[in-house]
Every structure is written in C-alpha cells, then in structure tokens.
C-alpha cells in the first residue's frame, strides 16, 4: 500500500505538489492526524508515527492517476475538455456585486441564489486574511459571500490577492469548519485542481465530501508566486507602481486597472519567470470536473463566461436566471458564445500541451524556476 512516503517521493520532491491540501484533510478528516500543512501550506508529516499506511491520501492525490478513469466515468468527463453541456456569457444582476466582482459577479450571484433558495448551508470560497493572504473560508450568510467576491488591492499591503498564499492556499482547509459546524449541503469554488482534489474524494465516497453539493471551478492558466522580487518585475514590464493599482484581473492576458482609469495589460508569457512550478504540469485549464466552471476569458470587461458541465450545474444556473443572473442576449449571442467556447478549447490545448511538453522534461531539465518541494 502508497503511503505519504509514497507522495513525498513522488509528488512532493519533483515539484508537482500543487498544495491542494486534500491528503492533510483527509488523513485528519479521519482524525489520525499524521499530516499537516506546515506555514506554508505545504503538506508534512505531523506525526509519522500515527500512520495507519492506509494508502488514502495517495489515493487522494490529484497527481495520481490511480483513480482518473473512475472519476471520469463518474461525471460523465469527454476528451478534450470535459463534459460541455452549455456556454454563455453572464453576469450578476445587482450591480452592487459586479462592482466588488472579478468579472461579472456570477459565481457570487450564483452562491447567493442557492443560499437565499435553501439549496445549501453555506459554500467553501476564498477571502483576504491579511498582508499576502487569502484563506479558505466557509461562507454561511449572504454577507459572508459577498465578502469574499472578487478581489481587493491593498495599496498598503501591496499585491495581497494575487500571493502565493492567495492562489495555492489549502481550499481544502475549509473543510474543517465544516465538519465542526455539521453542515449538510454546501457549494464548493476552487481552481481545477482544487475542484479535482474534491472530485477524488468524492469517488471514494470520503467522508466529508458527500456534503459538497456544488462545485463550482475557476478557470486557471496558472498560479503566480509573487514575493517583492516578482512584484517589482511585474511593475517594471507593465510600466506601472503597485500603489496605483485599483484592480487586478487574469483573461488572455493580466489586466492591471490603475486608479486612474489607465489599463495596463503583460502577456501571460510574460510572466512565466514567476509561475509556480506544480503549474507547468497542470492540463486543466477550464475546470473541467466543475458543475460549472467560470472564467474572463472571451467576455467583454464585466462580464463572466459560464459553462455548464453537469446536469445539477445546468439546473443551478438555468434557476438563478434572470432574477440572479443576467445573460447576455445580444443578437449574435450563439456565434459569440461558440467563440468563446473556441477560446477555451484554445486555452485548454495550450495549456495541456505544455504540461505534456513538462512532464517529458521533468528530472532532465526545469523550465528554469525554482521547484517548490
Ligand atoms: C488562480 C486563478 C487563476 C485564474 N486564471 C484565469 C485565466 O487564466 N483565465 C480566465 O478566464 N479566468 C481565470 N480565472 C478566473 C477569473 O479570475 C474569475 O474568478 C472568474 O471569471 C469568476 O469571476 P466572477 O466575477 O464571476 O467571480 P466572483 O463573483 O468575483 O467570485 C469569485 C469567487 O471565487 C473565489 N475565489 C477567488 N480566488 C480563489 C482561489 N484562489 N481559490 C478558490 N476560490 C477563489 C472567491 O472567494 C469568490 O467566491 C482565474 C482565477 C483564479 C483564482
Ligand atoms: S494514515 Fe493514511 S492518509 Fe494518513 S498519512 Fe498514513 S497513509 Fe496517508
Ligand atoms: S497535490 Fe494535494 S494531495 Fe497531492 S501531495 Fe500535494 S497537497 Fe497532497
Ligand atoms: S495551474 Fe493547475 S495546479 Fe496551478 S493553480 Fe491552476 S489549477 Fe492548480
């Protein structure tokens, strides 16, 4: 039987630990206790002696592919980017939202819509916890969920949300809360990796997965380390000072609005210097084990691009309309959402190219980064 030893060896020490933190819940779900994340939310041996060697955070780990087909299987995923089973462009109707939103506040209205309808107890997101933090956090009130929409740029704090902490902080965490507080029915968003770590747990029925209603995944092309050092180069390539910055936002591009109306864009490539490693090894672009998955990517500023993956995520979303969620209906709707679409499928080829691309150079040659073990 894999045990973490296993994982260390494999995963961990070759870099591919994307710190989804999903063998740490587990093992602690089922109280043994024998892992931890450390400071950095790395994932560690607390106590190697308590390890029964039941071999489930292997079995967990969303870098094995132990488990891939029956997960598949399971939610009906089809080459080459999963299960499609409709795309639009939307966005929240209460402006109040939009504002505070990423893009277009959907997956906010969305949160509140199946709170406000009593489909959940409350959703597993995201908020700021401080200087270069952003932490797991169980939403259970309306107020809760509005605050952890989009993100802040703390001028004095500089690039808080987009921190290391802030892109690959255990989601998982927010499971303990949750445990504690009983919680039946609850909606989880996260990036693709954190939506398959979720995905893992639920093919093996883990306790306490079954309470995830919803998932709810976020487009990813990758996930940034952004130390002084990083933050310096960025606003050198982008001719702009961290303290003028009002908002920040990843499409095809990293849109950089300043406060004074002014926008800034670097080409993704760009900003491959400070790219986490894990991530080069990442073939999921679009979420594609989400009920539904949600991005910028193709949308006119403002405005977020849905896709509806599982009959349970085309339900959600088609409830939540209009009154929750406006969708644009231009005229030419069909050809723009089929470009769109066009654009994911471009994205996610990309992005599953150059993990292929990695994994064939991995223990030869590094893409030049620093591996994060
Ligand atoms: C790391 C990262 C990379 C992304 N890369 C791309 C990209 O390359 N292309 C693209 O089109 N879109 C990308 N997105 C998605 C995009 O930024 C928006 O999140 C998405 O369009 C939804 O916008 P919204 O206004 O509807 O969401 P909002 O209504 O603003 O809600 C966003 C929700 O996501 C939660 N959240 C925020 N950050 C995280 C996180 N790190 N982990 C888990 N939950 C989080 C918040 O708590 C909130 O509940 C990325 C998102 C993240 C977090
Ligand atoms: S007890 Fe099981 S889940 Fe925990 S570290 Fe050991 S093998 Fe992994
Ligand atoms: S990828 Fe997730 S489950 Fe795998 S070793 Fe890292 S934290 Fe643990
Ligand atoms: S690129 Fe992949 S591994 Fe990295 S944060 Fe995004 S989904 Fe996770």
Redesign the pocket.
């Known amino acids: 039987m894999k045990t973490f030893t296993d994982l260390v060896r494999e995963v961990q020490k070759p870099g591919l630990c994307h710190r989804c933190g999903g063998c740490v819940m587990f093992c602690t779900a089922i109280n043994y206790g024998a892992l931890k994340l450390d400071e950095e939310g790395k994932p560690r041996y607390a106590e190697k002696a308590k390890c029964i060697e039941c071999g489930l955070c292997n079995a967990i780990c969303p870098e094995i592919a132990d488990l891939d087909e029956e997960t598949k299987e399971r939610l009906g995923w089809a080459p080459p980017i999963g299960r499609v089973i409709g795309t639009c462009i939307a966005?929240?109707t209460d402006e109040k939202?939009?504002k505070?939103?990423?893009?277009?506040?959907?997956?906010?209205?969305l949160?509140l819509h199946l709170l406000k309808r009593g489909r959940i107890d409350g959703?597993i997101?995201?908020?700021q916890s401080g200087p270069f933090q952003?932490e797991?956090?169980l939403?259970v009130s309306e107020e809760d969920?509005i605050s952890?929409?989009?993100?802040f740029f703390d001028t004095s704090h500089g690039m808080t949300?987009f921190s290391d902490h802030?892109?690959?902080?255990s989601?998982i965490k927010g499971f303990d809360p949750l445990i504690k507080k009983g919680l039946q029915r609850v909606a989880f968003?996260?990036?693709p990796c954190?939506v398959k770590a979720v995905r893992r747990m639920q093919t093996l029925n883990i306790i306490p997965s079954d309470t995830i209603k919803f998932c709810?995944g976020?487009?990813?092309?990758?996930?940034?380390i952004f130390g002084k050092e990083q933050q310096a180069k960025v606003a050198e390539i982008g001719g702009f000072q961290f303290k003028d910055v009002k908002k920040i936002?990843?499409?095809?591009e990293l849109i950089v609005h300043l406060n004074s109306g002014e926008v800034k864009t670097i080409m993704?490539d760009e900003l491959e210097f400070m790219k986490r490693f894990a991530c080069y090894f990442c073939p999921d672009?679009s979420a594609e084990y989400a009920d539904v998955s949600?991005?910028?990517?193709?949308?006119e500023e403002g405005w977020?691009?849905?896709i509806t993956r599982t009959p349970v995520g085309r339900a959600i979303f088609a409830d939540a309309k209009p009154k929750e969620i406006e969708v644009n209906c231009q005229e030419d709707f069909p050809k723009m959402a089929a470009q769109v679409l066009k654009k994911v499928h471009k994205?996610s080829a990309r992005k599953k190219d150059m993990a292929a691309k990695s994994r064939k150079l991995l223990n030869t040659k590094y893409p030049g980064i620093k591996k994060d073990t």
């Open positions: 966005r929240a939202i939009r505070k939103a990423t893009d277009g506040g959907v997956v906010t209205a949160l959703a997101v995201t908020k952003r797991p956090f939403a969920i952890a929409a989009g993100f949300s802030y892109l690959i902080y989601q968003v996260g990036t954190q709810l976020l487009f990813c092309s990758g996930n940034f936002n990843i499409k095809e993704l672009y949600f991005g910028g990517i193709g949308a977020t691009t849905v994205w």
